[in-house]
């Protein structure tokens, strides 16, 4: 690994190893500040899914009430399709409303629209027949009073909650792992590759300068 940072410079160039020190040195704080913010990056988001993975698990003794779906919908977002959803609930005559469809630390997407729509089920999105019916309503009191009755009755779920704080709620209870996960696991082994490399690196310099390779005759090698 002769000649290239962070390694001592190859015999030919034996008169410049305190630039190669240098330039080695400054190499090792690069390596510091991607392990230390690749770090810090990777532990926030690895501490974010293990939080939410264990308020999903802890969901499944959450106790359910009856919930009112005020919109519901799928947003295309890069490609993918989110599902997304907001209710109002109430607990001990206590109002709350919530918008979690599911457990993620980050909202849950989808390849198709159709694997977003089951996370909707029964209710799914407000449909355009529904949108016409809204309008055709608004044309006498009583037919928007009807209109309001069957959309009640039609968007009502279960839904889960706390109850150590009931505001805290959930539309389904699976947990979803989060996009940032993949970026967890190229992080990893390129935190695992620098702290090599800067193990062996360091190791090669003890050693280069300890025998005073760069005074030996151009051709020599290090010594094991």
């Not at 704080?29 to 501490?47: D, E, K, N, P, R």
């Not at 539309?171 to 090599?196: A, G, H, M, T």
């Amino acid at each position: 690994m002769a000649g290239f940072f962070p390694f001592p410079p190859p015999a030919n160039h034996a008169k410049l190893w305190p630039l190669y020190l240098a330039g080695s040195i400054a190499v090792y704080f690069g390596f510091l500040v991607v392990l230390v913010l690749g770090g810090a990056f990777s532990a926030t988001m690895i501490y974010s899914d293990v939080e939410v993975y264990l308020q999903s698990r802890s969901s499944q003794h959450w106790p359910a009430t009856t919930a009112q779906i005020t919109s519901s919908w799928v947003r295309p977002d890069s490609g993918r399709f989110q599902p997304l959803a907001s209710y109002t609930y109430e607990v001990e005559g206590i109002s709350f409303e919530g918008a979690r469809v599911a457990f993620s630390a980050d909202p849950p997407r989808f390849q198709t629209k159709e694997e977003a729509l089951e996370l909707l089920e029964p209710f799914g999105e407000l449909k355009a027949e529904q949108k016409l019916a809204i309008l055709d309503a608004v044309l006498s009191k009583d037919g928007l009073a009807e209109l309001k009755l069957r959309q009640t009755a039609e968007r009502t779920v279960n839904i889960f909650f706390d109850p150590s704080a009931p505001e805290n709620s959930t539309l389904r209870r699976e947990f979803y792992k989060s996009d940032r996960l993949w970026i967890n696991l190229l992080l990893i082994p390129l935190c695992c590759l620098i702290v090599i490399i800067w193990i062996f690196s360091v190791r090669t310099w003890i050693a280069y300068i300890k025998n005073k390779t760069y005074e030996k005759p151009t051709g020599s090698r290090l010594p094991n």
